[in-house]
């Protein structure tokens, strides 16, 4: 019979994939470059040329047994030490070969991060606003989600309510920065703040907690903007990473689980990771995708359009009189609705052709999400588009 | 703190990879070409030449945004199209796009399929001899394998002990013809016979029964053997295929799995693998690897080169003495050790380098597998070795 647990997760559908089904079929209907699909976060620019062509020539020149024969459940060992020699060498953590995982992007990461510092039962502490999948991500291990209220000032973390949440049953704590949803950095004076906290509880509770960074959005950060690595600040540390974003490779399924080197455990929680691997089946990301990367790994694609259109959306959006954080990275802006129902906002929105997604699943009700992962000139093309709709239903001068 | 379930998993270190990394240090003292590797089941074909050409192409020509963006969680819609269409018309079963769901090789497909059809403190049936990555693909789900004793005299499906252990616990029976290690293809008998024990079963315990199949080996048969197709006898069934042995992809991690358009719920499984693959981190294979599997689905690797080692084999096993039972499919082959101690039988071997893996771990005691997928040139040299090996170590005459 079918598994009564799963079956019931169908019914829980994601605002952000209904939306952006709605956005698809109302574009078969009025084109879609009339739509202003603010839904998905996939990236919009391409790979690297440098990317591709390492691809072909990898089919081209080398011996096709070879390329895809099977990758050790770890990862392939060569580029397993181009990971961890580029992170040494870019964020100073002294990482080795052995402590580098390879994933199915940051996904597979922080869910293989998860069930190897935790048990069934133990909580696991995440920040609002959050991806929501993190909710998939930890309860199906058995561990609890908590989600500590957002800090809607400016999105750092809610240091008050994060400390009276923690509690001996706490395993690990998740951060996401440059954040999805917020667009938001923390900044080092709040990574070396939750360090310390950490480093005390540990002590007072006399056992590890772990700090899993999802960080798939690490190289898109503004101008101006210090995007401190959090690994940097706290030994017990595992950083998840995926290529999805900096070199626009989603569909891929590419990333990496690096654990710090003076973590409790570090020599053996990658090999755990292989474990963890056997059991769901999944052993490792496509040989020739890995290999293809390697050859890449510290390029990007060429992430500009972002920060273009965060800075034409957020100038739009404060002059309209909207209430909202400048994000510091990502293709994500989040700003506060014009009532305090967003999913009547959005609603709302929906009839001007906006697709904008209402944060009430992400932790953080009342606030609405815009993926600017789209062309500039659709950008531009939709925000005289948000006026009318702010004017019309929300009378607001400007 | 680290998971101590998993941190246990480490201790039991697979006897196919011991012998096989012994294999890689000895290559190292006396030359490879000198070492007689029947360890692992890695393809020693390279895939097609049109699989290269369509990763190529589809480098050069579409547009990378489209071949590298998500995928859809259930695969690639066209890709799933392709695959749903190719087995209709190869093997009668009326699948469609809505029965297909693209995993990440044979070993994604089984553990889906498993977590997908019971609940913890299920029981699952498997048959001996056995791939041992299935007591990981079913125990980390909290359901229980069972592992019904081996029919040593052809190696089909011991029904009497089968009958003895099915009660109301059993949510499913996992099968995997052609089988890893014994060689052996189940006849249209045998599975006409488990259908209906399973379909009488049904009835008794007034619950559903899902026959799972792993099929890596599907179009790997020999000339004159019949391979059924297993969900053609049976509604409740799973297909689960991987790319790896046909097409020689194995570090792809690309396969699929396909459920039977009469079974029970058939319309939602694929989408509550869907849910699945969420709380493992592991949404679909590579979207371009998908890409272009989906341009050579029909296509094999030139497979002829195992069936040519195994008539090598099985003439020179027979003719030395082993009792061994003819394959009729893969690449491995399943002969009776020639003392009770396979382990010992498997250590007297390596004196001669003879790489041959004793079977107590796939459910076989007494019996070793020799998996030849190498060099024909190298199973040649191969056999007066063993010749020598069953001369001086057992005085076996000839």
Known sequence: MINEAYKKMLEGKSIIRVLSEYATARGK???YENVFDYSLGNPSVPCTKNYTDAVIRIHQEQDPVAVHG???????ESVRSTVAESLSRRFGVPYKTEHIFMTSGAAGAVAHAVRCVTKPGDEVLAFAPFFTEYTQYINQTGAVLKLVPA?????QINFEAFESMLNENVAAVLVNTPNNPSGVV???ATL??????LRAKQEEYGHDIFLISDEPYREIVFAGVDAPYVSGFYDNSISCYSFSKSLSLPGERIGYLAVNPKATDADIIAVICGQISRGIGHNCPSSSVQLAMAEVI???SDLSVYETNMNLL???LTRIGFEVVKPGGTFYIFPKALEADANAFSMKAKKYDLILVPADNFGCPGYFRMAYCIDTEKVKRSIPVLEKFAREEYGMKF
């Open 151 to 155: 800090n809607t000032v400016d999105f």
């Open 70 to 76: 099977y990758s050790p459940s770890l990862g392939i």
């Open 192 to 197: 070396q703040r939750l360090a310390d906290i």
């Open 186 to 188: 923390y900044s080092a």
């Open 298 to 300: 510290d390029e990007t």
């Open 29 to 31: 209907e009025i084109g």
């Open 314 to 316: 957020y100038d739009a």
